[in-house]
T-cell receptor, first 113, second 115 residues
């Protein structure tokens, strides 16, 4: 069965520091992978996605993620975190066109001055 | 592009009443729409998948008679919570995808409070 694991429930980083949020998935075929961000009381905003091709994908707001098939991982990174990046981050895997997404548990990011 | 709206953004209703939440795709045709429920500090839980003109497919454990989903057009899906109770209080989020699309576009969510 498909599953997504985000091992870190809560991460705190200093403003300006680098960030890496971990995501591991379990899926038999090549998955469609997504990272979303959610501010309190809001919907989800897509940061980036991977369908195929280059395994390093660039997203909005300076985020990037790397698909590593051998590790079944799709970690999200940002070289320098801004206070406005504080939010909840969700990794998700999809199986096919128009298919449902399986979400990870989410990682709450706090940014300290 | 690919904007999804939800209405209302917040609703308070009394126990035993029904409440309807609308999900609209504003600039594309949504052949498939999804309804999620999210508890505080938790992830999204898929409730059901609906294809335009077809009956919704509910996830295991979701009561289809309590959460009525209608997807009558390519731009509108509705979720009706019937005979709401306090335990139905939650954040409900819809998403939509177009034909042949891999990506889901999410609405801003609806906060339901049942008193």
């Amino acid at each position: 069965a498909q599953s997504v694991t985000q091992p870190d429930i809560h991460i705190t980083v200093s403003e300006g520091a680098s960030l890496e949020l971990r995501c591991n998935y379990s899926y038999g075929a090549t998955p469609y992978l997504f990272w979303y961000v959610q501010s309190p009381g809001q919907g989800l905003q897509l940061l980036l996605k991977y369908f195929s091709g280059d395994t390093l994908v660039q997203g909005i707001k300076g985020f990037e993620a790397e698909f590593k098939r051998s590790q079944s991982s799709f970690n999200l990174r940002k070289p320098s975190v801004h206070w406005s990046d504080a939010a909840e981050y969700f990794c998700a895997v999809g199986a096919n066109q128009g298919g449902k997404l399986i979400f990870g548990q989410g990682t709450e990011l706090s940014v300290k001055p | 592009g690919a904007v999804v709206s939800q209405h209302p953004s917040r609703v308070i209703c009394k126990s035993g009443t029904s409440v309807k939440i609308e999900c609209r795709s504003l600039d594309f045709q949504a052949t498939t729409m999804f309804w999620y429920r999210q508890f505080p500090k938790q992830s999204l839980m898929l409730m059901a998948t609906s294809n335009e003109g077809s009956k919704a497919t509910y996830e295991q454990g979701v009561e289809k008679d309590k959460f009525l989903i209608n997807h009558a057009s390519l731009t509108l899906s509705t979720l009706t919570v019937t005979s709401a109770h306090p335990e139905d209080s939650s954040f409900y989020i819809c998403s939509a995808s177009s034909a042949g699309g891999y990506e889901q576009y999410f609405g801003p969510g609806t906060r339901l409070t049942v008193t």
